[in-house]
């Protein structure tokens, strides 16, 4: 068994430590794991016959911006561009519905789904951009 994983997390057999002690979070990506952990900076992923550790710079509890700025970045950077894209897309698809003549309603409804559709992909675009280049420059 590797000790340390792809994303430089140390890796402990549950034959080591079989039970944690702490509460369980939903702060963080589970990345398949059963259930997650956090104890300060201290996060603990919970799989089948390990846990996965490893510690962030900021705690997520004590500063949520923070954590996403410094150890987090790709969901921030995957939200905005969500939140840009979307609303440019919905804004366009709105007044061109308008000028089509419908009316306000249908023109929203319009709007809101093609901003969704647009944000979502251009925020999992993103994100999974800032992630790669996450990896490789740890």
Do not use: C, W
């Not at 700025?69 to 709105?94: K, M, Q, S, T």
Request: proline share 4%; no cysteine.
């Amino acid at each position: 068994m590797e000790f340390v994983d792809n994303d430089g997390n140390i890796i402990v057999p549950k034959a080591v430590r079989p039970v944690v002690g702490i509460k369980e979070t939903v702060l963080g990506s589970k990345k398949g794991a059963a259930k997650q952990y956090r104890y300060g900076n201290l996060h603990i992923r919970d799989y089948d016959t390990h846990y996965s550790v490893h510690l962030d710079r900021v705690d997520p509890m004590k500063n949520p911006i923070g954590h996403l700025l410094v150890d987090a970045p790709e969901y921030l950077a995957g939200a905005a561009a969500a939140i840009i894209v979307g609303r440019r897309v919905g804004g366009a698809v709105y007044d061109k519905r308008k000028i089509e003549g419908k009316s306000s309603s249908n023109a929203a409804i319009d709007a809101v789904v093609a901003g969704y559709i647009a944000g979502s992909s251009a925020g999992s675009i993103v994100f999974n951009a800032a992630s790669s280049m996450k990896k490789r420059s740890n």
